[in-house]
Nanobody
Framework: QVQLEESGGGLVQAGGSLRLSCAPS????????MGWFRQAPGKGREFVAA????????YYADSVKGRFTISRDNVKNTVDLQMNNLKPEDTAVYYC??????????????????WGQGTQVTVSS
């Protein structure tokens, strides 16, 4: 099992930026991919971004493409989500997720087996 701890959420005005970090621990040698999902009140969990843990390919939801960037910091051993030009509709609880088996699917929550507790992001208009 992989434990995931998110940090970096908060309150920001529209047009502002936030950087989320996810620190994996435990069986990190087994991680194949990591992703970020979000869930707004009354809505389902939505894919945001993902990447292979040891690769360079990245995947984004159309709603965040060009504004959000997922990356791995090999010094801090975190997977980060840089969020720029934030909009009120980005308001949600953001979750970090890890998958410990290979798959070509990145956009579905059911393909990830370990999850963090979530961090709140609120964008005011």
């Amino acid at each position: 099992q992989v434990q995931l701890e998110e940090s970096g959420g908060g309150l920001v005005q529209a047009g502002g930026s936030l950087r989320l970090s996810c620190a994996p621990s435990g069986r990190t040698f087994s991680v194949d991919a990591m992703g970020w999902f979000r869930q707004a009140p009354g809505k389902g969990r939505e894919f945001v971004a993902a990447m292979r843990y040891t690769g360079v390919n990245t995947y984004y939801a159309d709603s965040v493409k060009g504004r959000f960037t997922i990356s791995r910091d090999n010094v801090k051993n975190t997977v980060d989500l840089q969020m720029n030009n934030l909009k009120p509709e980005d308001t949600a609880v953001y979750y970090c997720a890890a998958r410990t088996y290979y798959s070509d699917a990145y956009r579905y929550a059911s393909y990830y087996n370990d999850w963090g507790q979530g961090t709140q992001v609120t964008v005011s208009s």
